[in-house]
């Protein structure tokens, strides 16, 4: 249906695994258990899909991916950083078994999948370790995989997911860099990626998960529509019950929806089980619940306990709550703003973009309110406590 209303070259028929047909149940099992943030399941059943044909790239470029969720969810500093050399060492597998693979077949998408998705693993970790010529010639690649992935393999809907992610996000860079993207990969086009990632949420196959994330994230954070994340963000949490990630994201599309009362319950629940260490809450998420507070205060107008939930939140130092203190900071910048403290806000959002490992949004954000004085909404600014 997308494809006619949008006249977009998108297939119509149903996806196309991205792995060998007896690899598949073993990649979706896979993909299951990390969805519920048991990574070492998740390996067990990947190494598994490896073991079928060792020379095929797709096992272990969702090695590659899984590795990077585990660092990018864990919270000791020691235990990231192995996962992201395992990572790095699963991408190199699966590029050199992809080469391989085209040495035989130069019209094997599958192959050219795999490595594309290997490659978003390493774009991502290349980005976070600040290293922009790593992250481009990743990107370059990323993009050439996967123009030759959907060109020979077009019912393969999983591809849609990167491509949707790269053409959505890069409309969304700095002009400079998006001319420069330009050149080196693609053009930014907001309207085809967000069609592509919705397609891949509803068609997809093993990343239909992934592309229904980020849609949350899109429209939650960029097209300003929570309404349209509400749903989906209520069958993750509902498929994926230990996946406290799915339980925030509900939280704050609640909070940006205006239900206020469901989001301080669904806030109030997380509070009790990292209290508890209820499995699978640890301690270590209270400065991002402290960050959730700050949200659902600041847009109930409740500046005052939004500052100080926001400025608990910031004394957790450690790279695992970057983007905790880097949003804490956006959002003290914006409460300063609505107070008429330019020059504290300022300050504020400088201290955002200069936070290691802070960056997305926050970023977008802060630079858009140094641009401008953020303004609160006519009647947004309410008595102190109200619910």
Not at 151 to 171: C, I, K, M, T, W
Request: charged fraction near 25%; aromatic fraction near 10%.
């Amino acid at each position: 249906m997308l494809a006619v209303l949008f006249a977009v070259p998108l297939p119509d028929a149903a996806a196309s695994p991205p792995g060998p047909e007896p690899m598949r149940p073993l990649l979706r099992q896979g993909v299951e258990k990390a969805f519920n943030l048991d990574f070492p399941g998740a390996e067990a059943l990947f190494r598994k899909a490896v073991d079928l044909d060792r020379e095929d790239p797709t096992g272990y470029a969702f090695l590659a991916v899984n590795r990077l969720f585990a660092a990018e969810t864990g919270f000791d500093a020691q235990g990231r950083e192995t996962n992201r050399q395992a990572m790095l060492r699963f991408v190199d597998e699966t590029l050199a078994r992809g080469q391989a693979r085209i040495g035989q077949n130069p019209r094997d998408g599958r192959a050219y999948f795999a490595m594309a998705l290997a490659r978003a693993a390493k774009f991502r970790w290349a980005q976070r370790q600040r290293q922009p010529l790593t992250a481009a010639q990743e990107a370059y690649g990323l993009w050439s995989c996967l123009e030759k992935a959907q060109q020979e393999d077009p019912a393969n809907v999983d591809s849609f997911f990167l491509s949707g992610l790269v053409r959505y996000h890069v409309d969304h860079l700095p002009e400079v860099a998006r001319f420069f993207s330009a050149l080196v990969v693609t053009r930014g086009d907001r309207e085809r990626g967000l069609r592509e990632l919705e397609w891949a949420a509803a068609k997809g196959d093993l990343l239909r998960e992934l592309a229904q994330s980020e849609l949350i994230s899109v429209w939650l954070n960029f097209e300003r529509q929570p309404a349209r994340a509400l749903p989906i963000v209520r069958e993750l949490q509902r498929r994926y019950p230990r996946n406290y990630n799915f339980s925030f994201a509900l939280a704050n599309v609640l909070s940006e929806s205006g239900r206020h009362r469901e989001a301080l319950a669904v806030a109030r629940d997380l509070e009790r089980g990292i209290a508890a260490g209820r499995p699978p809450f640890v301690p270590q998420l209270k400065p991002r619940h402290d960050q959730l507070m700050g949200r659902i205060f600041f847009n109930l107008g409740d500046y005052d306990r939004a500052e100080a939930s926001l400025r608990r939140a910031l004394q957790d130092p450690s790279e695992a709550h970057a983007r905790v203190r880097a949003w804490s900071y956006v959002r003290l910048g914006m409460i300063h703003d609505a107070r008429g403290e330019r020059e504290e806000a300022v300050a504020c959002y400088e201290r955002a973009l200069g936070v290691e490992g802070g960056e997305g949004i926050a970023r977008v954000e802060a630079r858009k309110h140094l641009a401008a004085p953020y303004v609160p909404p006519q009647g947004k600014e309410r008595p102190a406590g109200q619910p």
